[in-house]
């Protein structure tokens, strides 16, 4: 194989190729198995922030029925964002705005301490979300450069075959025992 540039180095080339694949495939599923549980802990997150939030709005809600000025700036009226970076603005303006009113939300229970620790676990949230993300991204570079190994080992596989059969062209059994096709006329 030598003479069709095969030689021991360029052998060696294809067999790193595909060992670097296997690293990355392991690489790729540590990667993706990091932004599953990113995902994971960002829905636990939510959940747990929802509760809290949900709460604190219902009694917002109840304190402020008749002060539409406060109503409209703790962002009170409407349902909830669907999405998760404007649910997560949404909830800020309300905690933000909630530290000016805390007089008249404690008559209703709420303490600022009880604000504060909705308001940690809203930033909680972002934090999850904003490590999902990267999480994510990490994820799908590790994909891209699976896939860019796996390229160049197709590409060295073709040029490895062409080169086997034309080494072989008059010996078909060989190339049948590599597991190459053979044309029914070379046998």
């Known amino acids: 194989m030598n003479p069709l540039g095969f030689t ?3 052998l060696r080339k ?3 190729l595909r060992e670097e694949i296997l690293i990355l495939s392991v690489v790729q599923q540590k990667e993706y198995g990091e932004q599953y549980s990113a995902t994971d802990a960002l829905h636990q997150s939510k959940q747990d922030a929802w509760k809290v939030y949900k709460l604190h709005l219902q009694i917002a809600r109840l304190a402020f029925a008749e002060e539409r000025g406060q109503y409209k700036a703790l962002r009170l009226d409407g349902s909830r964002e669907r999405n998760i970076l ?9 905690y933000t705005n ?11 229970g709420l303490q600022a301490q009880d604000l504060e620790q909705g308001e940690a676990m809203i930033e909680a ?28 080992l197709t590409h060295w596989m073709r040029r490895y075959t062409r080169a086997l059969h034309f080494a072989f062209e008059y010996q078909p059994e060989v190339l049948q025992e590599l597991g190459l096709k053979v044309k029914e006329e070379a046998l």
């Open 125 to 152: 949230v972002y934090q999850a979300y904003d490590l999902r993300d990267k999480e994510r991204d990490e994820a799908r570079q590790s994909t891209q450069a699976r896939r860019q190994k796996e390229a160049q």
């Open 8 to 10: 021991a180095v360029e």
């Open 14 to 16: 294809g067999l790193t």
């Open 98 to 108: 909630a530290k000016n009113v805390v007089a008249q939300l404690k008559a209703y």
């Open 86 to 94: 404007k649910w997560v603005k949404q909830a800020r303006t309300f």
